[in-house]
């Protein structure tokens, strides 16, 4: 999204969206779901896990790190992650505030 663009919407809203992306494929799902049953692991765990190339895990790893939701240490050849506590309760309350702004009516719409 371009800087332009971005002017046109509230900073939780940017926020909401960054998070959104990075969950947005069923493999990061799943790999944060590994990482929260593991509470940390090495790369190589979660390719094991998942029926996804090494490379492939890498590309989601970057994108799930680049938002924020997971953070890495390089522990000789390896790189261990995990979730980002911090910023992981931040997108639960924006996700939660999105998700509770609607209440179920029996209003007929579509």
Known sequence: MGASKTSEYTKKEIELAKYAKAISHP????????????QSC???DIVDELPIAQS???QHLK???????IKGNIEGVSV???IDE????KASQLLGFLLEKFTVTNSKCC
């Open 42 to 44: 090495i790369c190589g």
């Open 27 to 38: 493999a990061r799902i799943a790999i944060l779901n590994f990482l929260i049953k593991k």
């Open 56 to 58: 492939t895990v890498s």
């Open 63 to 69: 994108e799930l790190k680049a938002s924020g939701l």
């Open 86 to 89: 911090k910023e992981w309760k």
């Open 80 to 82: 261990c992650y995990c």
